[in-house]
């Protein structure tokens, strides 16, 4: 399935508005969801493990990356979608989880872990060493962002060719990566990455390959990470504009194999997702938008319980997670500002989506199966799902959906969905729309 990400990549060089969105999610029902839409599109599924979730110590999701990798492939196995048809990439893979630390422990930690992707059979490597270590400058700077990138690249290229799977791997690099689950502050306004900018990285990368002896591997660096003006933060989301890139867009033509991939894209409207694959950002990644549909949906199934299940005997998932959220605020507390009602609303509703990070929590997790237990095998009336999930209910009177409780949360996810994969494959959505006519 590498050649035929290779290959969209190729046919977006050579002139098609196509490109690949990549999921970038633990959580096993926004990876149901992505195989599904996968599958409903005839089409791979690119599914992106981040630095923080996935390492080789098991992240905060206590899954190392052949323990992800095989939950992504026993989900697929469910559903009989070919294990072929995945990509599997790690992203921000860097010393992004050991900054606290002196710059040689941290590199030292990330050597191992673009080692344990490479041998999990990850096979799209996002290089990042954008972020400043203890007792480093800040920032870093180009030439040590490409020095250090270069020694990861090498890992990567060193553990391929111990495994015989040498030249399978497909690498992003960029100084300019927007911060892995949005932006922490308040927004205003964002200035895309200035030509010049991108192409000194270019340039400097380049080199530091050239120096490490891993120049050999450039055909292979399919995309570099610059910032096209897209961000969201806690209250509000920075939409695309074309008419601020139209310098920074021409930076690849002299690069065959290469194109730009937008970080941060969540929450765009479709018609800004289609400019930017129009626009040469050919890979779209989406991340806490699929968390924040299913929390939508959770909620929505929480609001028709209460009006179905005796008060004693319902989940309370809602007043859960707000429980478990003030218990352990590591995770909220040095984003959400503000007075309590203002924390309240963020940590139920915001955008950044903090409450991602507590759905492993085990009382969190009981709380959501007594409430898929409390709606499953009982007729939900179509006017609460009307009410609660209308963009489900239309499905559900078209006999598209089974209304079913998972079912509705699968395709809640899928709702944003679908934007990208009408960006990404602009013919195959236009025909299934006219089919539809």
Request: hydrophobic share 40%; aromatic share 8%.
């Amino acid at each position: 399935m590498t050649d035929q990400f290779w290959e969209t990549i190729r046919r977006h060089k050579a002139g098609e508005p196509v490109g690949v969105y990549s999921v970038c999610s633990a959580h096993p029902v926004v990876l149901e969801a992505a195989i599904a839409q996968a599958a409903a599109d005839s089409s791979l599924v690119l599914i992106e493990a981040t630095s923080n979730q996935v390492d080789q110590f098991g992240g905060y999701t206590g899954m190392r990356p052949a323990d992800f990798r095989e939950l992504v492939f026993s989900i697929a196995d469910q559903q009989g979608f070919p294990r072929d048809r995945i990509v599997l990439g790690g992203d921000h893979l860097g010393p992004n989880r050991w900054q606290g630390q002196p710059a040689a422990e941290a590199l030292a930690n990330a050597d191992a872990l673009v080692a344990a992707y490479v041998e999990a059979g990850y096979t799209k490597i996002h290089l990042d060493c954008s972020m400043s270590c203890s007792g480093d400058p800040v920032p870093l700077g180009d030439d040590l962002v490409a020095e250090r990138s270069a020694r990861l690249l090498r890992v990567a290229e060193q553990t391929a060719r111990s495994l015989g799977i040498e030249g399978r791997q497909l690498y992003v690099i960029g100084t300019e990566v927007p911060v892995p689950g949005g932006a922490h502050e308040t927004l205003a306004e964002l200035t895309p990455t200035s030509p010049d900018a991108a192409r000194r990285t270019l340039e400097r990368h380049r080199e530091a390959f050239a120096d490490a002896g891993v120049l050999g591997a450039w055909p292979r660096i399919i995309a570099l990470v610059v910032q096209p003006g897209v961000e969201f933060d806690h209250l509000q989301v920075i939409d695309y504009r074309r008419d601020r890139t139209g310098e920074l867009r021409a930076v690849l033509d002299d690069e065959p194999g290469m194109v730009f991939e937008a970080h941060s894209t969540d929450y765009q409207l479709e018609s800004r997702l289609t400019e930017l694959v129009e626009d040469h950002w050919a890979i779209l990644k989406v991340g806490p938008g699929l968390t924040f549909a299913m929390r939508e949906a959770l909620f929505a199934l929480a609001a028709i319980e209460d009006e179905l299940v005796p008060a004693a005997a319902r989940s309370n998932l809602v007043g859960v997670i707000e429980e478990r959220m003030l218990a352990e605020p590591g995770y909220w507390q040095n984003y959400y500002e503000g007075d309590e009602d203002e924390q309240r609303i963020a940590r139920r509703y915001s955008y950044s989506d903090r409450l991602r990070y507590y759905w492993p929590d085990p009382a969190i997790e009981a709380a959501e199966a007594l409430l898929y237990a409390n709606l499953s095998g009982r007729t939900l009336p179509l006017p609460l799902i009307a009410q609660f999930l209308p963009d489900q209910y239309v499905r559900v009177r078209a006999g598209e959906l089974d209304p079913e409780p998972r079912s509705l949360v699968t395709d809640k996810i899928r709702d944003v969905l679908r934007p990208y994969a009408a960006a990404t494959r602009p013919t195959t959505a236009r025909n299934q729309r006219e089919l539809l006519v």
